[in-house]
């Protein structure tokens, strides 16, 4: 069971993390956004490995990386506009 659970949260957050600027009430800013990747990076990769196989942590790391290579793209590219500060 938890060889699915984790995985499966951390794409639902990775989705839920590229819309954060767009749906929360409060603005982050660039700063703040980045903040919120990196710490949404390090329980990630921490779950994976605590609670999953091996194999599904990497899966799962992988995916990881790329969430956190392209949310700051997202956010310099694309999210400029909700910051209203382009870095």
């Not at 984790?6 to 767009?22: E, M, W």
């Not at 990747?37 to 990769?45: D, E, Q, Y």
């Not at 799962?60 to 999210?79: E, H, M």
């Amino acid at each position: 069971m938890r060889a699915i659970l984790t995985p499966s949260l951390v794409l639902t957050s990775y989705l839920v993390l590229l819309f954060a600027p767009q749906l929360l009430p409060v603005r982050l800013g660039f700063t703040g956004f980045m903040a919120l990747v990196l710490t949404w990076f390090a329980v990630s990769n921490w779950s994976a490995w605590k609670f999953s196989e091996p194999a599904i942590a990497a899966v799962v790391t992988g995916v990881s990386i790329v969430g956190l290579v392209s949310a700051p793209v997202n956010a310099i590219f694309v999210g400029c506009y909700v910051f209203s500060q382009c870095p």
